[in-house]
């Protein structure tokens, strides 16, 4: 992985190169960033920099001078993520660390028991990591498990996995000046992580921690303070769209649709693309249509229908519902100002005639609810019932639903 592999992020690299180039390197960071912001594409990348780069010690008293004298300046080391490139495309060992099998980079992640009584570790699972982060870099935890066929069990990491990371950290580096942890998701630590605790803050010389993590409410609180945060934003839409141009083979008009409602998450956008010649302003109208004329036997055979579409269906015709609620609002402030399609223009003036911007912004938080018990295998049918009847009397009796 290099850093032009990931999509934007281009302060955050910069950054990531300063801190190697001014000796500013903590020997614990966190790269926190929400789903789909390349948080882990960019964890990989830098790992592997670092790795390669004779030059990046971790700093043991990283920190500002208090006398105001310049920081040094590490000789001969890249100042920019183009330059680090370039530097790992000509180191001999390029090739193992991007093929993630270089001897001093190890890996983390939640896994789950092959068969009943296992006790699995990271290293179980390393062919199917390979495999996973070479295809879906930008996936998430969910998307993890299903590959490794996890189906309804929950993963861990577990206390036999933070063993192992203190056995391997312990030893000696093979090639490298030292060795680089890259550990994925520690939400899934459980109390077991409190074993890491005085490695991560004691580490063995030569030795650097890169946790990556989307939600930082679920890390535990002791692993939390001993690391340098670094945020990592979701990238813009104009960036999404040029990468899903460049490598999804998305048409231009295809490309802004699909970044409009993604909003800087590249999973997202990539799920959306699939599903991208779907007609979904075809099936919202003819819902509203149900709806607004109580045409109940019409709603129970269109609730029908969307059941049998699969989760990741009925989530994109959701997200795309709430983008064109979005796009109504806008719309009442910027008029025709507002650049969108045709199709799209006509659909949210349409909105606009039969709710007011009170009645659409209580429809959008009780679609993202929906997106979330359908993220939790919520039963369709139910779910879609519910939302149907809560349409009704959001738009017919302008009830707003604020209940949890």
């Known amino acids: 992985m290099l850093f032009r592999d990931v999509i934007g992020q281009q302060a955050t690299k910069q950054q990531l190169c300063e801190m190697v180039q001014h000796n500013r390197l903590s020997h614990a960071l966190l790269f926190l960033g929400k789903e789909g912001s390349g948080a882990l594409p960019l964890a990989l990348a830098f790992a592997q920099y670092v790795s390669l780069n004779p030059h990046a010690q971790p700093a043991q008293n990283a920190g500002p001078s208090l006398f105001g004298e310049e920081e ?101 580096s093979f090639e490298s000046e030292y060795k680089v942890l890259v550990l994925w998701m520690p939400e899934y630590l459980g109390k077991e992580g409190n074993k890491l605790l005085k490695l991560i803050e004691e580490p063995p010389a030569s030795t650097l921690f890169i946790l990556v993590a989307e939600n930082e409410e679920q890390i535990l609180p002791t692993i939390l303070s001993r690391c340098q945060l670094v945020k990592i934003p979701l990238p813009e839409n104009s960036e999404i769209e040029k990468a899903l141009i460049e490598r999804a083979n998305a048409t231009p008009a295809v490309a802004a649709q699909t970044a409009a409602i993604a909003e800087g998450n590249y999973r997202e956008a990539l799920q959306l693309l699939q599903h991208s010649e779907e007609d979904w302003i075809s099936l919202l109208s003819d819902w509203l249509k149900f709806v607004i004329r109580g045409m109940l036997p019409d709603q129970v055979k269109w609730v029908d229908d969307i059941s049998k579409l699969g989760r990741e269906k009925q989530k994109q015709l959701i997200l795309y519902f709430n983008h064109l609620l979005e796009q109504s609002i806008r ?66 009796d302008k009830a707003l639903f604020l209940t949890d």
């Open 331 to 396: 719309l009442r402030v910027m008029g025709e100002r507002l650049a969108i399609s045709d199709k799209e223009k006509d659909f949210a003036q349409r909105l606009n005639k039969i709710t007011s911007v009170s009645q659409q912004q209580v429809i959008i938080e009780e679609l993202d609810k929906a997106t979330y018990y359908i993220e939790r295998n919520a039963n369709a049918k139910m779910l879609f019932h519910a939302l149907t009847i809560k349409m009704y009397h959001i738009i017919q």
């Open 72 to 172: 040094p300046v590490a000789p001969n080391v890249p100042a920019t993520p183009a330059e680090a490139d370039a530097f790992m495309e000509r180191h001999e060992a390029y090739s193992k660390a991007t093929r993630y099998i270089h001897p001093d980079i190890h890996y983390a992640y939640p896994v789950i028991p092959r068969k009943s009584g296992d006790k699995p570790k990271s290293t179980d699972y390393i062919t199917e990591w390979r495999e996973f982060i070479a295809q879906y870099a930008y996936g998430n935890a969910f998307d993890w498990l299903q590959f490794i066929g996890a189906e309804n069990k929950q993963g861990n990491i577990t206390a036999e996995e933070c063993n192992d990371i203190i056995h391997k950290l312990n030893l000696k």
